[in-house]
């Protein structure tokens, strides 16, 4: 008889793999045309696909919630939930940020073998995640119906989006520290466990919040609850693992950190700060740009706010390649930085970028074909108002989200080095100078006339092209086009190399 798998890992490992196959193909085909090297497109595959597949998970779960919802509750639930998104996404911005300087730091220091450094910041990311995260929290339980306010003149709108953020602020830390998990292990070459655990918890969430919705009846709150318990779960993995150097159904780590250690360590919080702030600045920029764009959007109506929140779900999945590519780059870039070959860190980076872009580009004609159908599955009837709406701005995001293959894969030798304040700046004049402008353009006919007593001038009303919907399909090609020209620019520079020569492993043993 055959002895039954021990973890989690040794099971999957025996089940045919369509996500890595189909990976892999397309890496293939491009090293047939002399594109890209035949070995980068395996070790790239092996980092990329499991965080693809997290980034899946994540993406439907999200999906699966806001169609959970519509389905449960109705269109206005599906807009409060929407308010409350942006800032639900706080929490990926700042624990964004903070995780953006561990797989800096980590990756080359694994590859280095300075494992007592990578403990340090290890401790000082958890530290610091959970100092940033805890107010954002508390502020969400105290103050959500005002916050959601701002955003809408809806009242039902108003009272579900408070409901779910109030309940939904309690999980903060609690993904932030998700984030640094899954980075710490994607810097020491093991994309595959962060895959278990942060994928696992969102099929739980899933089952949660199917249980808590249809099963409690608990509405918008009940999605909220999943999604907290389903973080804590995640957390929970991680923390066993990585303090055990294993964790029970998962497997083995790559690496067992002491949790005794010091978390106080002024050089690896420097860093941490120094490479996160502008990482989790460019996040924010994502996350800050949804507050002006869902009120501007508060002007076409319900309809326009619900298929809108659609749109960026289905968006959300197709991004996934980004998720992998990005990672994979940062983590593969920084080892070699690490290890002093900055010329093989280089040609990783360029055939990632050609590799992420072909894998979005069949990412975005799939969506397209099945487009109506995936949209469908969000409202309450096929008859639904918002579903048209929805199905051309899932046509616009087609397009856009090529330019987000060229934009994350360039980002990421970037991220590596800790030149991450040029990917901050292009995403915000991506977002807040030309997309946000013209889903505003699209909303008004006229810019308002505006009084400045400081100066004694008046700006008189403006007459703007009436666009309308026009004006949310080009914001999606805005905030693609416009990063991705900027920071595949800088790539090319080659500054970035010279950069990360202040972040290696024995720049930080001199300090």
């Known amino acids: 008889m055959s002895r039954l798998p021990n973890s989690l890992r040794e099971l999957i490992s025996r089940l045919p793999n369509p996500f890595r196959a189909l990976i892999l193909y397309i890496g293939f085909a491009l090293a047939r045309a002399g594109l890209i090297d035949r070995h980068r497109v395996v070790r790239t595959t092996d980092l990329a696909w499991p965080r693809i597949v997290t980034g899946i998970a994540r993406m439907s779960k999200n999906a699966v919630d806001v169609a959970m919802v519509g389905v449960a509750v109705g269109t206005s639930a599906v807009a409060g939930v929407g308010f409350a998104g942006p800032y639900w996404g706080l929490a990926f911005a700042f624990g964004g940020g903070v995780a953006g300087g561990t797989i800096a730091l980590v990756s080359q220091r694994y590859s280095a073998e300075a494992f007592g450094e990578l403990g340090d910041a290890v401790r000082s990311s958890v530290l610091l995640a959970v100092a940033i995260t805890l107010p954002v929290s508390a502020a969400f339980w105290l103050f959500a119906p005002a916050l959601i306010d701002v955003l809408s003149s809806n009242e039902a709108a108003i009272a579900y989006g408070a409901d779910y953020l109030r309940v939904v602020g309690l999980g903060v830390p609690f993904a932030a520290l998700n984030l640094v998990g899954s980075r710490i292990l994607v810097g020491c070459d093991d994309a595959y466990t962060a895959m278990q655990v942060r994928a696992g918890g969102a099929v739980a969430n899933i089952a949660l919040s199917a249980l808590f919705i249809f099963g409690f009846g608990w509405g918008v709150e009940g999605a ?9 779960l995640a957390v929970g993995g991680f923390t066993v693992g990585l303090v055990r150097g294993s964790a029970p159904l998962i497997g083995e780590f790559p690496v067992a950190i002491d949790p005794t250690g010091s978390y106080l360590n002024p050089g690896m919080l420097r860093d941490l700060v120094e490479i996160g702030v502008p990482v989790g600045a460019r996040n924010l920029v994502w996350t800050a740009a949804e507050f002006p764009m869902l009120a501007i959007l508060d002007v076409f109506g319900e309809n326009t706010v619900a298929a809108f929140v659609i749109a960026r779900r289905i968006w959300g999945i197709m991004n996934t390649p980004g998720w992998g590519f990005g990672l994979a780059s940062s983590s593969l870039v920084g080892q070699e930085l690490g290890v002093e070959r900055p010329d093989e860190a280089e040609a990783y980076a ?14 975005a004609v799939l969506i397209a ?19 048209p709406i929805a199905v051309n701005l899932v046509y616009a995001a087609c397009a856009a989200v090529i330019f987000q ?10 991220d590596a080095a800790g030149d991450t304040k040029i990917p901050f700046a292009s995403q915000f004049l991506g977002m ?57 620019l800088r790539f090319r520079s080659g500054k970035w190399k010279k950069i990360s020569e202040a972040y290696r492993p024995e720049a930080t043993a001199d300090d």
């Open 432 to 488: 807040f100078c030309v997309s946000i402008p013209l889903a505003y353009v699209g909303a008004h006919d006229a810019t308002p006339a505006i009084d400045l007593p400081l100066v004694g001038l008046t700006v008189p009303e403006v007459a703007l092209p009436a666009i309308g919907l026009w004006g949310l399909y080009f914001a999606f090609m805005a905030e693609t086009t416009i990063p991705a020209a900027i920071n595949y």
């Open 350 to 363: 360029r055939d990632i970028i050609r590799f992420s872009v072909a894998t979005y580009a069949v990412s």
């Open 369 to 387: 074909v099945f487009a109506t159908d995936i949209v469908s599955l969000f409202a309450e009837s096929p008859d639904s108002p918002e579903i």
């Open 224 to 232: 909220a609850v999943g999604t907290v318990l389903s973080n804590v």
């Open 405 to 414: 293959g060229v934009s994350g894969g360039a980002a990421g030798p970037l």
